[in-house]
């Protein structure tokens, strides 16, 4: 998970170094389009797929949410600090906690959703409304973080019935179409150089979900879980060191306070499944 960091904090530096000169959906699918090269070794799995009517729609959806959110990070990371971004990109598993309630019809015990309401009073710390001008990046954020969301719950539902490969496969696919005619219509002649940092930006995307996934095999996830708040330390001092960017205990206090809300919602799914789920001793007795 620290090597996750890494390589997402990477991600994050890497686009900000384009400093806008691209437009986001531009910028967003020449970096899906360039990774699709990571798919050929699922190529012969994809083939042997075949999926049926409400599976397509429900790759379809996926899509759409993740092409929109995608755009809107991209946008952000043009117009907000690099800590401003990672903080609230903390807010993904909120919003997933929120939409599973509607989505999945799972309940909200009292401790979770005094955890919800901790994580958005950090939100409103980072955002601080009526003190400072929000940026069109701050808004950008939001419609990211409940994008992923929304693509979370889906993958989540196709995960169970597909291979894992498809899913991020399938994702990668129809995300590269999405972008497409968003990207054709403000297309810019991009420079080698700035599809050389677009490539890197797949490469590192491509080898954080990976050594995520290592992480996930390796150790339950209130394990992993709160080392991803070194992201928010390293994209601070990348931010601070490589982009002039202030130092803004705001922000930090305020991804804190999300990140703290996360571990705890983590957690308490965690000792709740250790109650209903037997040990490997019992199932045999």
């Not at 990571?38 to 012969?44: A, C, S, V």
Request: positive net charge; aromatic residues 10%; charged residues 10%.
């Amino acid at each position: 998970m620290v090597v996750t960091g890494l390589c997402f904090v990477a991600v994050t530096a890497l686009v900000k170094t384009l400093q806008g000169r691209l437009p986001a959906a531009e910028a967003a699918f020449l970096r899906y389009a360039m990774g699709l090269v990571f798919l050929i070794p699922m190529w012969g799995v994809l083939r042997q797929q075949r999926p049926t009517p409400r599976q397509w729609r429900l790759h379809a959806m996926r899509g759409v949410f993740q092409t929109i959110a995608v755009a809107m990070w991209f946008f952000a990371m043009s117009r907000i600090p690099l800590a401003e971004v990672t903080a609230m990109n903390y807010l993904n598993p909120i919003f997933v906690t929120l939409l599973a309630v509607f989505v999945l019809g799972e309940r909200l015990a009292v401790r979770r959703i005094l955890a919800i309401c901790v994580a958005l009073l950090g939100a409103v710390i980072i955002l601080r409304p009526g003190f400072r001008t929000l940026d069109p990046g701050h808004f950008a954020m939001l419609v990211t973080a409940s994008g992923f969301a929304a693509s979370y719950l889906i993958a989540k539902i196709l995960s169970g019935e597909v291979p894992a490969g498809v899913v991020v496969g399938m994702m990668s696919v129809t995300v590269t179409i999405g972008l497409a005619p968003l990207a054709w219509m403000v297309w810019v002649w991009p420079t080698l150089w700035e599809l050389g940092v677009l490539f890197g930006v797949a490469c590192f995307a491509t080898a954080g979900h990976f050594t995520m996934t290592l992480a996930f095999k390796a150790a339950p996830v209130t394990v992993t879980q709160p080392v991803t708040f070194l992201q928010l330390v390293w994209s601070v001092t990348l931010g601070a060191l490589l982009f002039d960017e202030a130092i803004d205990p705001w922000v930090i206090g305020g991804g804190g306070l999300i990140m703290a809300a996360v571990v705890f919602i983590t957690w308490r799914e965690a000792i709740l499944k250790r109650r209903v789920t037997p040990v490997v001793g019992e199932a045999k007795q």
